[in-house]
Nanobody, 126 residues
Framework: QVQVVESGGGLVQAGGSLRLSCAAS????????MGWFRQAPGKDREFVGA????????YYAEDVEGRFTISRDNAKNTVYLQMNSLKPEDTAVYYC???????????????????WGKGTLVTVSS
């Protein structure tokens, strides 16, 4: 069982930056692929990015690539989402998730993720 807890959300102006953190429990954190997802009001949850167990492969959604960066520190059981050049359309609840697999599969349902946090709200004002 893995528990994940997101932090770092808040209110930021367009063009600003935020860094989200996701702390995961369990001694097997380094074996899990991790992902970030978001859900805007009235919309479905969508993929933001994912990172494999070693950090050797990182994937991004097209609309965040070049602005967002995912990283992980396996010694700290933490994965990060650095968000730069934020836009009002980035406003959403951001979720961290862990897979039981070391690689990201993206398969339905739930994008191949098995454990989800409760989310942290990011609001970008124009």
């Amino acid at each position: 069982q893995v528990q994940v807890v997101e932090s770092g959300g808040g209110l930021v102006q367009a063009g600003g930056s935020l860094r989200l953190s996701c702390a995961a429990s369990g001694r097997t954190f380094s074996r899990h692929a991790m992902g970030w997802f978001r859900q805007a009001p009235g919309k479905d949850r969508e993929f933001v990015g994912a990172i494999t167990w070693s950090g050797g492969s990182i994937y991004y959604a097209e609309d965040v690539e070049g602005r967002f960066t995912i990283s992980r520190d396996n010694a700290k059981n933490t994965v990060y989402l650095q968000m730069n050049s934020l836009k009002p359309e980035d406003t959403a609840v951001y979720y961290c998730a862990a897979s039981t697999l070391p690689i990201y599969s993206g398969v339905a349902p739930n994008y191949g993720m098995d454990y989800w946090g409760k989310g942290t709200l990011v609001t970008v004002s124009s």
